[in-house]
């Protein structure tokens, strides 16, 4: 059983371009998230869906995009990347809200330069 | 402004002994709390939750107590082991909930032997 599985693990982007980072989980769990984590942070929210079709913003959008085609798969869109996005990316799906906890996928490692 | 607080930016705790991880909050409103343990490169793990309803709750050698009025909860881990040594972090989510978690910023614990 994967779980979470994030792709790619490392990238370095140069400032202006655009890329996809891949977020797929075979759990069938309605509920993913995508977080950043900076250097000696907590994880902020970035984007969030409850179920196919549905997606919201969280604490810190701005320089990103999501969708969410089918359960299994919630992509993160940047465009036009700055060295701000530098970061340690983690995609995370849920089977429901409360105290269930969520699976993480190993996150991936953006560089901007 | 940061809701959820982890003063103790690293704790070192002798084999064996008991670890404490205290984390403190600013909204009432959180409806559960849960506890995420973190090695290098890897996606957060989740380790325990507690309903707001609820001051204890425990699962082998870890126990989350939360006290309410004090906005407060800690993480003990009896016996501490080599392996819990990683960075622990203190998680909060409102009812509802399909917004994802607040974290605080971590704990690293270091487990001397």
């Known amino acids: 059983n994967a779980g979470v599985t994030q792709t790619p693990k490392f990238r370095i982007l140069k400032i202006g371009q655009s890329m996809t980072l891949q977020c797929t989980q075979d759990?069938?769990?309605?509920?993913m998230y995508w977080y950043r984590q900076d250097p000696g942070m907590g994880l902020k929210l970035i984007y969030y869906s409850v179920g196919a079709g549905i997606t919201d913003k969280g604490e810190v959008p701005n320089g990103y995009n999501v969708s969410r085609s089918t359960t299994e798969d919630f992509p993160l869109r940047l465009e036009l990347a700055a060295p701000s996005q530098t970061s340690v990316y983690f995609c995370?799906?849920?089977?429901?809200?409360?105290?269930?906890?969520?699976?993480f996928g190993s996150g991936t490692r953006l560089t901007v330069v | 402004d940061q809701q959820v607080k982890q003063n103790s930016p690293s704790l070192s705790v002798q084999e064996g002994r008991i670890s404490i991880l205290n984390c403190d909050y600013t909204n009432s409103m959180f409806d559960y709390f849960l506890w995420y343990k973190k090695y290098p490169a890897e996606g957060p793990t989740f380790l325990i939750s507690i309903s707001s309803i609820k001051d204890k709750n425990e699962d082998g050698r870890f126990t989350v107590f939360l006290n309410k009025s004090a906005k407060h909860l800690s993480l003990h881990i009896v016996p501490s082991q080599p392996g819990d040594s990683a960075v622990y972090f203190c998680a909060a989510l409102l009812g509802g909930g399909a917004d994802g978690l607040t974290f605080g910023k971590g704990t690293h614990l270091i487990i001397q032997p």
């Open positions: 759990m069938n769990h309605n509920y």
């Open positions: 995370a799906s849920s089977i429901g809200q409360g105290g269930y906890g969520y699976t």
